[in-house]
């Protein structure tokens, strides 16, 4: 069977950078950086007391009151991406062919907000504060679930949690539900609204998270000698895929098309990752693309900031693209955005397709000190003009979840 093509049609953003994609993309293009000191609650007796927080992000620009009140922050993020990206798609939903698209949208933690607040509440001697829609609103299909129900859109839908490549495996398994005929359209993603006290909390003593407290702006620096953890940041990142011809019959505005996703299980290490089963995956999403090593031109890479990712992903990369793994561009988004979670891999994938339609690599920031074991092309501090035919996005998540997506320049 003759796979059917895949393109993004439309894209939506809602990041510590900006609310939009393309406000989010200038920002990344300047080397901007999207990290502060927490401020909504206090971590002064915390570890690690920054994040990457989405400013200037009003629910009520996207949703009504009711649904507002319904829903937990990250379920608000997705509503307000996905409305940006059947936006800029201009793809109509619902209707006669509400069964042929369907919505994969994932998170790592859901609604934890709203379960803080409402165990909160029963500590407090306060049952009566707890919400009758507690459980619709804090499980990671929520945001899925309330995406269908805004558009009318009846195909193959569904929530999924794997960790930091969520949003990267959203993608990838939207691309499967075209490519083999189930449905014409998708609307995938992640979404993640984390910056809670228990969580940064635990990060901190995990000693995972950066303590660069009095600099948070330098605080996440991949594959720099002195970087001491990851920034945890939040928001959501969706993509609009259609299948090549409905697309171009409806005259669509193509970003770039999708050509290959691989995806592996390290079987490893909660949190230690597994450098040959991260060049695995990214080996089977080229040989899904049909292409060799030495056409790539760009990496997105994970990029978390943590000494153990870092140096295992450039291994990965060299023992996947052998000597080419020298000329490839390399940048990580996160060294700006934060680690998004769930959204980070989705938001990831919109900066990579954003790079083959500008011909532009954003930077990688706060790279000041090289490190012996991360000694690839990792575009320090300034944006790199470059054309860009194939470039690759790894995620790779806790509990060795790989994802690795593959775009290619749209050609008419």
């Not at 303590?211 to 620096?221: D, F, L, Q």
């Not at 953890?229 to 098309?257: H, S």
């Amino acid at each position: 069977m003759q796979r059917r093509r895949v393109v993004i049609t439309g894209v939506g953003a809602v990041t510590p950078l900006g609310i939009g994609a393309e406000e989010s993309w200038r920002a990344l293009c300047q080397g901007k950086s999207g990290a502060s000191r927490i401020t909504r609650f206090d971590a002064s007796a915390f570890e690690t007391q920054i994040a990457a927080e989405v400013q200037n992000f009003h629910a009520e620009d996207f949703l009504d009151k009711k649904r507002i009140r319904r829903t937990d922050l990250f379920t608000q993020y997705a509503l307000a991406a996905t409305q940006m990206a059947t936006a800029d798609s201009r793809i109509v939903t619902g209707g006669n062919d509400a069964h042929r698209m369907g919505v994969i949208l994932g998170s790592c933690v859901g609604g934890i907000g709203t379960l803080c607040r409402n165990i909160a509440a029963l500590v407090e001697g306060k049952p009566e504060d707890v919400s009758p829609f507690l459980a619709s609103m804090f499980i990671p299909s929520a945001a899925a679930n309330e995406i269908t129900i805004a558009l009318g859109v009846k195909g193959p839908s569904r929530g999924i949690s794997t960790a930091c490549a969520t949003g990267s495996h959203s993608i990838g398994d939207a691309l499967r539900f075209i490519q083999y005929g189930e449905a014409d359209a998708m609307i995938a993603g992640g979404a993640e609204a984390s910056i809670v006290p228990v969580f940064i909390c635990s990060l901190a003593k995990l000693k995972a998270s950066s303590t660069r407290n009095s600099e948070p702006e330098k605080a996440s620096r991949p594959f720099d000698r002195s970087r001491d953890g990851f920034v945890t940041g939040e928001g959501a990142g969706i993509v609009v895929l259609e299948e090549l011809d409905m697309a171009r019959k409806r005259g669509a505005k193509i970003y770039a098309e999708l050509v290959g996703f691989g995806s592996t299980m390290d079987a490893y290490h909660p949190t230690r990752p597994d450098y040959k089963s991260q060049a695995e995956c990214i080996k089977l999403a080229l040989d899904d693309a049909g292409i060799s090593p030495g056409q790539v031109s760009y990496i997105n890479a994970h990029g978390t900031s943590t000494p153990l990712n870092d140096s295992a992903e450039t291994k990965a990369i060299k023992l996947a693209l052998g000597k080419h793994s020298k000329k490839v561009l390399i940048s990580s988004n996160k060294s700006m955005i934060g680690h998004l979670w769930s959204a980070a891999g989705a938001v990831e994938a919109i900066s990579t397709v954003l790079t083959i339609r500008d011909s532009i690599v954003p930077p990688t920031i706060n790279y000041a000190s090289p490190d012996p074991e991360c000694d690839l092309d990792y575009v320090p501090n300034i944006a790199r003009k470059a054309e860009v035919e194939f470039a690759v996005s790894n995620s790779f998540g806790f509990g060795g979840m790989n994802s690795v997506l593959v775009f290619k320049k749209f050609h008419q």
